[in-house]
């Protein structure tokens, strides 16, 4: 881990220069990179920090261009065809940090326009038309001066005393890149004082100067990086050396190497030397011979941390059976390593790694398939083989050596069974972290895992596995990241991963986040981007130590099953990575993209049995209230009144529509018992005649010489409507007369409507003499005003009867 972060470190050391030109969040940047400019463009806006002008076609900067950018930390003007510049031409810009002005045709090294640009950084003036390194007088000037880059695309002469002006400062890094050089002065670079040189080393032809060069390089800092080691060329690309070579030999060799022994013999001063102590070679083209005389004589050497990228191995020729180290390397990182011949015995390439003696082996990028087994007494404790073509088929199964190995690193291979993955690791007591992401590894079958027990933290990333991997893990982990696999549910029967600390489950097709009854110490999960609808928080009951989730980027189906886990937030103290921008509800339609944030349910739309104690209650109530106001108020005779009084009121507008027979006299007629006399004297009639309503009363208007019958019925003619006041009395004695006269008028008989029935006092069933037919038929209808006794209730009653008879009467 420690290491890992180290080299981390180192690249971003590495990239220490670069990093202190790149913008920050808020600088003004003008980027006319790439824009076919032939000048620099007028009216830059004036508060400009950052200006990109590079890759166009400027030939000439006018002294007037950069004056009003006085905020300009950053320019670029590299791959122009600047080929002059004006001395101090920077003088207004006294916040310029960055200036880039490789791969322009400027001659003149002196560069008197550096004059007055005295907060300057970092410099880049390579690949210009110089013909000499014999920097100027403004270089002394430059006080902050951290970088610089120098060289020509010229043949150059690199004398004595060059760099003197810069001799006297404390630099970060000075790249020197010679490619082309006609004379080289002995010490010339060693009057440098940096901490980090990078020299991009002559090509083959000018073979002369490179041990001078090596020698002083060695001998001038502490990190140390050499470019442009090629002593093989190309068959294609003749040259005269190899041309014999590569004819005699066309069918075998694609590259001829030559003058190969030169770099041997040059590199062998690196014995004499203590201070390199990080040593980069880049852009190699060597035989494999020549490649690991090198290697042994780094390896002998003060060198702790060796790299090597960017190599390609030409010829190999005999290959070496390796040889043994005297002492051991700190780190040994490759990086694409490419065989160009197809057909040489690999397995001598391969036997390498069984002798090396290094802590830290990094192999990146190198389409490496196999790996030797080292021999016992080797000290790797980290090897990282990311990005190469490695297969889980042979790979360590058997290998019992690397017992002090850390950290593991597979990552960006083609591991296919985990289980050969554990199995390889069951000798690797110090094994700690293993990173196997991003392969395709699958677990089908269901098998113990023979894991050691000391891996603590496992990347299984971007792989295949389901969950079936849960059954497959080694049991003290602490750290466990199974992002992007197949993962349909955490199985509840497991093994229990009691130290298990920090689980990575993102990106994969989880329905439910994982209880924690299996990992109880949780603190860290991370489930977003997963397949959750509508989890629920009760997961959390489990992960008692739970400090920090991720569950964005989830498909929220925003109902009420979610609002336990929408509150999650404000009820518990657990930090909700993402939130509350990444989790939003994906359904239903109408709330698509909301914040589960906004999303708000009240606790009576979610809860069932508050919703039914709610509404059971209120039907409770009402139904009290309802029997309350029926025993009290006797609602239903009221409502049985006023339906009757509607009906009523209806029938008597219709009567009114049409023609009224014009013989009516009386408004009613009323019949009754005379035990009720008293009744409908000082009540009904007094009542209906102070409303001026006329009634005829057989009594009162009897006409003499007629019989009863007649009478009545003469009664009934004239009048609009008949009250019967109804009483067991009446029923007993006078209902007789009636029922032979709605026999005898069989038509009229059926106007029941003309009929108006009071019941003064309640009439049982029994009462009814059964072949009164029609008396029966009305009472089962109901349709009869019931005298109430209850005050209030009269004037309804009145009301109503005086509706169902109060019509306009045209006659006198
Ligand atoms: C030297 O190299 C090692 C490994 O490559 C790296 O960790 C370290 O940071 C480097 N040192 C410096 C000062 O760059
Ligand atoms: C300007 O744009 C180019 C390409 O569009 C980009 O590569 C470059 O980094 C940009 N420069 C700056 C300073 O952002
Ligand atoms: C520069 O100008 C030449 C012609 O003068 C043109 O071919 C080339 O594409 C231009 N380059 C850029 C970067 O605009
Ligand atoms: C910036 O430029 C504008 C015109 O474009 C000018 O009026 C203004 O004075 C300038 N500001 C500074 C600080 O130079
Ligand atoms: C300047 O621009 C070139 C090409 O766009 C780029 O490669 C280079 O890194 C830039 N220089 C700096 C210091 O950013
Ligand atoms: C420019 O530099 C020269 C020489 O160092 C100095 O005398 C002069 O004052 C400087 N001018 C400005 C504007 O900084
Ligand atoms: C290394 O350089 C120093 C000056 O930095 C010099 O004194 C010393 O003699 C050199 N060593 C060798 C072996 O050249
Ligand atoms: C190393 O230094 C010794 C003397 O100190 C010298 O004899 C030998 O030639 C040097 N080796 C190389 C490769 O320069
Ligand atoms: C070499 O690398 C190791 C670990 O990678 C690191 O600790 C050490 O500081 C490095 N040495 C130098 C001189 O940077
Ligand atoms: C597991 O490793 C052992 C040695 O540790 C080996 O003998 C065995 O063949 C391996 N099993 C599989 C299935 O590869
Ligand atoms: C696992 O590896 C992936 C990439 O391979 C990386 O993004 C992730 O951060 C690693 N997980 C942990 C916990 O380090």
Not at 104 to 116: A, G, K, R
Not at 246 to 253: G, H, M, Q
Not at 426 to 455: A, G
Request: glycine content about 2%.
């Amino acid at each position: 881990m420690v290491n890992i972060f180290s080299f981390f470190l180192w690249i971003i050391m590495f990239q220490f220069c670069h990093s202190l030109c790149f913008p920050v969040a808020n600088d003004i940047v003008i980027n006319y990179s790439s824009s076919s400019l032939s000048t620099v463009p007028k009216n830059l806006p004036n508060l400009s920090q950052i200006l990109d002008l590079s890759q166009n076609n400027i030939t000439e900067i006018h002294l007037q261009d950069f004056v009003p950018l006085h905020q300009l930390k950053y320019l670029n003007l590299s791959s122009n065809k600047i080929s002059n510049l004006a001395p101090a031409l920077f003088k207004s810009n006294q916040k310029l940090e960055c200036l880039d002005l490789s791969k322009n045709q400027l001659s003149n090294i002196e560069c008197h326009f550096l004059y007055n640009a005295t907060s300057l950084k970092y410099l880049d003036i390579s690949e210009n038309k110089f013909l000499s390194l014999r920097l100027g007088k403004a270089f002394s000037f430059l006080q902050d001066l951290e970088y610089l880059s120098l060289g020509s695309r010229k043949k150059i002469k690199f004398q004595k005393d060059d760099l003197k002006e810069i001799s006297g400062k404390q630099l970060e890094e000075v790249s020197i890149k010679i490619k082309l050089l006609s004379e080289y002065g002995h010490s010339a670079l060693t009057i440098l004082r940096t901490a980090k040189l990078h020299i991009v080393l002559p090509s083959i032809k000018n073979f002369n100067f490179l041990k001078d060069i090596l020698d002083d390089a060695f001998n001038t800092s502490y990190i140390l990086t050499l470019s442009n080691i090629e002593c093989c060329q190309n068959c294609n690309q003749l040259s005269v050396d190899c041309c014999e070579v590569c004819s005699k030999r066309r069918n075998i060799v694609s590259h001829c190497c030559s003058d190969c022994s030169r770099y041997i013999e040059s590199f062998k001063v690196l014995g004499n030397y203590s201070r390199v102590q990080n040593l980069s070679l880049q852009h190699l083209k060597v035989d494999w011979e020549t490649s690991t005389q090198i290697l042994k004589i780094i390896w002998d050497s003060s060198v702790e941390n060796l790299s090597i990228s960017n190599m390609k191995i030409c010829q190999v020729r005999h290959p070496l059976s390796w040889f043994h180290f005297q002492k051991e390397l700190r780190t040994f990182t490759l990086s694409q390593i490419e065989f160009l011949p197809f057909y040489f015995n690999q397995a001598n390439i391969y036997d390498v790694f069984e002798d090396l003696k290094v802590e830290n082996l990094a192999i990146y990028e190198s389409g490496m398939i196999f790996f030797t087994c080292p021999k016992e007494g080797n000290t790797y404790k980290l090897i990282d083989i990311s990005d190469n073509s490695f297969t889980s088929d042979f790979f360590l199964q058997d290998c019992s050596t690397l017992k002090s190995l850390e950290t593991f690193i597979l990552k960006q291979n083609r591991f296919g069974q985990l289980f050969k993955v554990s199995n390889m690791t069951t000798y690797m007591i110090s094994l700690k972290h293993l990173d196997v992401s991003q392969n395709q590894l699958i677990f089908d079958e269901i098998r113990v895992c023979p894991w050691t027990n000391s891996l603590i933290k496992l990347n299984l990333s971007s792989n295949r596995l389901t969950d079936s991997v849960f059954t497959c893990l080694p049991s003290n982990l602490e750290i466990l990241d199974l992002q992007k696999n197949n993962i349909y549910s955490v199985p509840k029967v497991l093994k229990e991963l009691n130290n298990l600390k920090e689980l990575y489950l993102g990106a994969n097709k989880l329905a439910n986040p994982p209880d924690c009854s299996k990992f109880r110490n949780l603190e860290i999960l991370f489930v977003e981007a997963n397949s959750f609808h509508e989890p629920s928080s009760i997961f959390l009951q489990s992960c008692q130590r739970l400090t920090v989730l991720n569950a964005a980027s989830n498909p929220f189906t925003c109902t009420c099953n979610l609002r336990g886990f929408s509150a999650m937030n404000k009820n518990t103290q657990i930090e909700m990575i993402g939130w509350p921008k990444s989790y939003r509800c994906a359904y239903p339609d109408i709330l698509k993209g909301t914040l589960l944030k906004d999303f708000h349910l009240s606790e009576v739309t979610c809860s069932t049995t508050l919703l039914l104690v709610i509404v059971l209650g209120t039907m409770f109530v009402l139904a009290i209230l309802i029997g309350l106001m029926c025993h009290i108020l006797d609602l239903p005779w009221y409502l049985r009144m006023i339906w009757q009084w509607t009906q009523m009121k209806q029938r008597t507008m219709k009567t009114d529509s049409y023609q009224l027979s014009e013989n009516l006299v009386y408004h009613a007629f009323v019949s009754y018992s005379q035990r009720d006399y008293s009744w409908v004297k000082e009540q009904l009639l007094s009542n209906l005649e102070e409303r001026n309503l006329r009634i005829c009363h057989h009594e009162r208007d009897f006409i003499p010489g007629k019989g009863i019958i007649e009478n009545i019925i003469n009664c009934i003619e004239k009048s609009y409507k008949s009250i019967f006041v109804l009483s067991p009395n009446f029923i007993q004695s006078e209902w007789c007369h009636y029922e032979l006269y709605f026999a005898q008028h069989q038509v009229l008989s059926e106007q029941t409507e003309n009929l108006i029935l009071i019941v003064l006092e309640p009439i049982p069933q029994y009462l009814i003499p059964s072949k009164y037919y029609k008396l029966k038929s009305l009472m089962a209808k109901k349709t009869y005003l019931e005298w109430p006794n209850d005050k209030n209730k009269q004037r309804l009653f009145w009301a109503n009867l005086q509706a169902a008879i109060g019509i306009s009467l045209t006659a006198p």
